[in-house]
């Protein structure tokens, strides 16, 4: 008996010196490992600066630092006075471009968020017999490609009048087919019980709609408001022919303005470029976190 007891715990002192010996490689494997994420996450975080550094090293810079043969990290003197200069310009009224997408992209966001989760949630919640079919339908408009309904937009928005108004450069835009989907796919993931207990309540859709799940969904809400927003401030082509007078420009008209066949205005791009660009970044640093979390919630399921 002694000898049999003796023979079962060799292996296991001889297991356990073993498992000692595991954590210690595993700590230092996943030193490493951390060690590299830091590293490669770093690099990447630079190229990603690299941009803006540049814009704003020639904003502040002449024509003539930024053109010229011998590099410079930082411009001589700092030109302050390209701010200035922006505002002051006669020819672009660039404040008044930059309230025009300041007000563009905000009632575009709330007009799309409105319009497309409500769609969104009668097809996922409404019992109707042709329901998937007009998911369907809303599907294959993502197969037609934007060109080919600019034109009868366009004679649409003319003949209402809205040419070099608000209501041209929102109103078009205020549906998507894409965030519709993505609202629809969202509220099939969302719990039923939360709106049974509505309607046990007497609230009928619209009720639940807007005091149950509107409440429960601000996260996905923040998220597509965010990438609504950002789309709507970087559009360009429809705002620059719906924008036809100076007082209806959008900023991104305002930039393209700077570049003609004759001039270059290359300090005066850069700074507004710097400037138009503020309110994108920080629109995502607030929100970056409720912009994963949302895309991460959409469901592409069901």
């Known amino acids: 008996m002694t000898t049999t007891t003796t023979e079962v715990r060799e292996p296991v002192e001889a297991g356990a010196s073993r498992k000692t010996r595991d954590p210690r490689k595993k700590r230092s494997r996943s030193v490493f490992s951390s060690a590299g994420l830091y590293f490669a996450t770093a690099v990447c975080a630079l190229l990603f600066l690299i941009p803006f550094y540049l814009i704003v090293r020639n904003a502040l810079s002449t024509d003539a630092e930024i053109t010229g043969e011998n590099w410079k990290w ?6 302050w006075g390209n701010v200035t200069e922006l505002f ?3 020819t672009v009224p660039f404040a008044q471009s930059l309230w025009n997408s300041t007000v563009v992209g905000v009632l575009h966001t709330i007009g799309t968020l409105l319009v497309c989760s ?6 996922a919640r409404i019992p109707y017999k042709h329901a998937n079919k007009i998911f369907y339908a809303v599907l294959v408009t993502l197969m037609v490609p934007a060109a080919v309904t600019f034109v009868p937009s366009f004679v649409l928005v003319s003949s209402l009048g809205w040419v070099s108004s608000m209501q041209g450069l929102i109103v078009p835009g205020l549906f998507s087919g894409f965030t519709c989907f993505l609202f629809r796919q969202y509220f099939l993931g969302f719990p ?14 619209w009720g639940a709609y807007w005091r149950i799940v509107v409440p429960n969904s601000l996260n996905f809400f923040a998220a597509i408001a965010t990438i609504t927003f950002i789309s709507g401030w970087n559009a360009f082509l429809w705002p620059l022919v719906i924008g036809q007078d100076q007082e209806a420009w959008t900023v991104q008209v305002a930039l393209s303005s700077y570049m003609t066949n004759q001039t270059v205005n290359f300090h005066l791009i850069f700074m507004a470029t710097a400037i138009s660009i503020l309110p994108l970044v920080l629109v995502f640093l ?3 976190r409720w912009l994963v979390q949302g895309v991460a919630q959409t469901g592409i399921k069901g």
Do not use: H
């Open 74 to 79: 930082f411009p001589t003197d700092i030109q």
């Open 88 to 90: 002051d310009d006669p």
């Open 118 to 123: 409500l769609a969104g949630y009668g097809l």
């Open 192 to 205: 039923k019980e939360l709106e049974e207990a509505a309607r046990v309540d007497g609230l009928g859709y």
């Open 286 to 288: 607030f929100l970056q």
